[in-house]
C-alpha cells in the first residue's frame, strides 16, 4: 500500500530564515506525489506536484520541493520564510483509482 | 484553477438530528468526488468516494447507514450525517474531481472545497 510519513509535527522558524517541511513516501511503482497547506477551518490549497521530470518542483506562493528516490524523500522548501505561511501542511501520494493518502500533517509556526 | 464549494460553512444541531452538507464544483464536470473527515490539527481521513449516478464506495470503518452520500449530478454530491451525536463532530471537507485535462487539471487532480465545520450538541 501507498503511505507518506511527516517525521514532524511542528516546525518552528524564524521570518526570513529558510525552511523545510520532511515527508517520506512508501509506493510501488512511480509515485504521483502533492503538497497542500491548510489554514485555520479552511480546506486544503494545492501547492506542488511531482509526477515525472524535475526532480525539483516549483509551486505556489514561493514553495519548492525536491523529490530524492533514492531516499524517497519529497521535502518541502522556501528559501525565505514568511509569517503568514504558517499553517498545516500536508504531504500526499496519489494512489491507482485516485485515491490521496494523506501524511499526518506538520503544524509550520513562522516568528516574525 | 477548478473551484468546489462547501454549504454550509457551519452547522451546529441537537444530538438525534440529521444534517446535510453540499459539495459543489462551480466550474467543472466532477466525475468523482471524495468525503473527507478531519479531527483538530489531525490528518484527513477519507470517509468514502463517489462516483455520479453511482453508489458511494465506504472507506473501511465507515457507517455507510449513518453517513449518506449521494451524487446525483456531475457538479453535486451531498453528505448527510444522520441521527448525528456529538462523537460525529468535526471537520468535513470534500473534493471533487473531473476528467484529465481542462479546467479539471492535468490527472484529473483534486480540488478541495473549504470545509465544514460540524457541531453536535
Known amino acids: 500500500a501507498q503511505s507518506v510519513a511527516q517525521p514532524e509535527d511542528q516546525v518552528n522558524v524564524a521570518e526570513g530564515n529558510p525552511l523545510t517541511v520532511k515527508c517520506t513516501y512508501s509506493?510501488?511503482?512511480?509515485?504521483?506525489l502533492f503538497w497542500y497547506v491548510q489554514y485555520p477551518n479552511r480546506g486544503l490549497q494545492f501547492l506542488l506536484k511531482?509526477?515525472?521530470?524535475?526532480?525539483l518542483v516549483k509551486g505556489s506562493y514561493g514553495f519548492e520541493a525536491e523529490f530524492n528516490k533514492s531516499q524517497t524523500s519529497f521535502h518541502l522548501k522556501k528559501p525565505s520564510a514568511l509569517v503568514s505561511d504558517s499553517a498545516l501542511y500536508f504531504c500526499?501520494?496519489?494512489?491507482?483509482?485516485?485515491?490521496?493518502?494523506f501524511g499526518q500533517g506538520t503544524e509550520l509556526s513562522v516568528k516574525p | 484553477g477548478a473551484v468546489v464549494s462547501q454549504h454550509p460553512s457551519r452547522v451546529i444541531c441537537k444530538s438525534g438530528t440529521s444534517v446535510k452538507i453540499e459539495c459543489r464544483s462551480l466550474?467543472?464536470?466532477?466525475?468523482?468526488m471524495f468525503w473527507y473527515r478531519q479531527f483538530p490539527k489531525k490528518s484527513l481521513m477519507l470517509m468514502a468516494t463517489?462516483?455520479?449516478?453511482?453508489?458511494?464506495?465506504?472507506e473501511q470503518g465507515v457507517e455507510k447507514d449513518k453517513f449518506l452520500i449521494n451524487h446525483a449530478s456531475l457538479t453535486l454530491s451531498t453528505l448527510t450525517v444522520t441521527s448525528a451525536h456529538p462523537e460525529d463532530s468535526s471537520f468535513y471537507i470534500c473534493?471533487?474531481?473531473?476528467?484529465?485535462?481542462?479546467?479539471?487539471?492535468?490527472?484529473?487532480?483534486?480540488?478541495f472545497g473549504p470545509g465544514t465545520r460540524l457541531t453536535v450538541l
Open positions: 473534493s471533487a474531481r473531473g476528467k484529465a485535462g481542462g479546467l479539471a487539471g492535468a490527472l484529473g487532480e483534486q480540488f
Open positions: 509506493v510501488s511503482g512511480n509515485p504521483y
Open positions: 511531482y509526477i515525472t521530470g524535475d526532480n
Open positions: 500526499a501520494v496519489r494512489e491507482w483509482g485516485g485515491k490521496l493518502i
Open positions: 466550474d467543472f464536470q466532477a466525475t468523482t
Open positions: 463517489s462516483n455520479e449516478g453511482s453508489k458511494a464506495t465506504y
